[in-house]
């Protein structure tokens, strides 16, 4: 019998994927909210949801270090068992890749390794790509460079605006992301060193969703 896993979810921002990881969740439970931003609309939304909802602000810290490494004891000392990184903006120390390693996953609006970093949306319409979407990885200590679980793509449209572009890809996060973190919280997929490994059942599961695998497939 597989437990449910505990989940804490990193924000900086509004929170629509940190929402649709709380109303899809089945392996998993979202008992932690935090993020490094005092106004993330994400905390509110957690509160209203009964999950514990904290900001650790710049502010209240000596340095970014010590803001970064609150955040890593406060998991530790609430028993989490996987760390989800949703719209947060700050680069993860290195102790905290190494803690959470296998533990800790990103969704990013690009199909990676195309367009890490930012503004991907203006970025893939600028290069013309036929293709764009999202990708959920785990992390290491780049940027957006861990390896890549499962993608879920669309077409670029003639007239695409960056914003019309990213709501497309934005439904798409909402339903790749928690698809994800249901399966590692199962154990269906795993990494193991760089490489992951998926349970057939997960990948039939996910192809028939309509998701990407590029590392397995
Ligand atoms: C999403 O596009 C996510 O992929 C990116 O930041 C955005 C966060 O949006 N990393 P939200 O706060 O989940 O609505």
């Known amino acids: ?3 449910t896993k505990r989940l804490a979810v990193l924000i900086s921002g509004r929170g629509t994927n940190l929402e649709a990881l709380i109303s899809n969740a ?3 439970k979202v008992v932690e909210v935090l993020s490094d931003n005092p106004e993330a609309g994400g905390l509110e939304l957690a509160k209203q949801a009964g999950i514990s909802a904290l900001s650790f602000s710049r502010a209240d810290f000596s ?3 010590e803001q970064k490494l609150a955040m890593l004891k406060h998991l530790q000392s609430r028993n989490v068992d996987l760390v ?4 947060f903006m700050l680069i993860v120390d290195a102790d ?4 959470f390693s296998g533990r800790l996953v990103n969704i990013h609006p690009s199909l990676l390794p195309e367009f890490p970093g930012l503004n991907t949306h203006a970025r893939a319409i600028e290069a013309g790509a036929k293709l764009h979407g999202c990708s959920v990885h785990f992390v290491d200590s780049g940027v957006d460079t861990g390896p890549l679980i499962a993608q879920a793509s669309c077409r670029v449209l003639q007239g695409d605006t960056p914003d019309t572009l990213a709501a497309r890809v934005l439904q798409l996060e909402h339903k ?10 199962a154990d269906k997929i795993r990494l193991a060193g760089r490489q ?3 349970d057939e059942s997960a990948l039939q599961d996910g192809l028939t969703l309509g998701f990407s695998f590029p590392v397995v497939c």
């Open 1 to 3: 019998m597989t437990t």
């Open 26 to 28: 089945r392996t998993y």
């Open 63 to 65: 340095s970014r270090r």
């Open 84 to 87: 989800a990184l949703a719209g």
């Open 96 to 99: 905290f890749v190494s803690y």
């Open 176 to 185: 790749l992301y928690p698809w994800a973190v249901n399966q590692i919280a």
């Open 196 to 198: 992951i490994l998926i």
